[in-house]
């Protein structure tokens, strides 16, 4: 998979009078790359709305981070990926309201652009592991938005608590808290994939 940023547009970004190695830089955004797009995808429930989410918050990353020290790069990194999805929300919101105001339903839209990718069928012997996989999906992108950054960063990246507080901007008796409650309710909800 090629990385979202190409590492000549990230060279371009970066000021050569800045000491940063570029290559361990490189290497982190490579490194969480993957985990990024599908919490950006999540969050959305659009690929490509997820792509843009990441390489932006990578290239914010690049610009005004990559001088910090490595051991404060994931926090950072993850606080501006989950600051671009709140972005990405609140501008859903907007353009929502707008649609139902002007008249605009989500039937209007382009059937060849909603239509499932034929590529995507999976063999039968997955069937079940993919239907499993695709209620995990589905249950975390149903989470309130704390608690889906709270999961992601905590369980899924694998964050301490205090990276993830300082990643999501709050306390972290907070993440505790959004943790707890995500956790619960996905228990709840996927009880039968156990």
Not at 74 to 90: E, G, H, K, S, V
Request: aromatic share 8%; glycine share 4%; proline share 4%.
């Amino acid at each position: 998979m090629q990385g979202i940023l190409c590492s000549s547009h990230r060279e371009t970004q970066i000021k050569p009078d800045e000491h940063i190695d570029k290559q361990n830089l490189e290497q982190f955004l490579a490194r969480v790359e993957r985990r990024a797009l599908v919490m950006a995808e999540i969050a959305t429930s659009n690929r490509e709305e997820a792509l843009d989410l990441v390489q932006d918050s990578m290239m914010a990353f690049a610009q005004k981070y990559a001088g910090k020290p490595q051991a404060d790069w994931t926090p950072l990194f993850y606080r501006i990926l989950q600051n671009r999805i709140r972005d990405w929300y609140r501008r859903s919101a907007v353009r929502s309201r707008w649609k139902g105001w002007l008249g605009f339903a989500d039937d209007d839209s382009d059937p060849v652009q909603t239509a499932p990718d034929p590529r995507c069928c999976t063999p039968e012997t997955e069937l079940h592991q993919q239907e499993a996989q695709d209620a995990i999906t589905r249950a975390v992108g149903e989470l309130p938005l704390r608690q889906q950054q709270a999961f992601l960063l905590r369980v899924w990246e694998g964050l301490d608590v205090a990276s993830t507080a300082k990643a999501m901007g709050c306390s972290q008796g907070s993440v505790k808290t959004h943790l707890s409650r995500a956790m619960m309710s996905l228990r709840g909800k996927l009880q039968e994939y156990r």
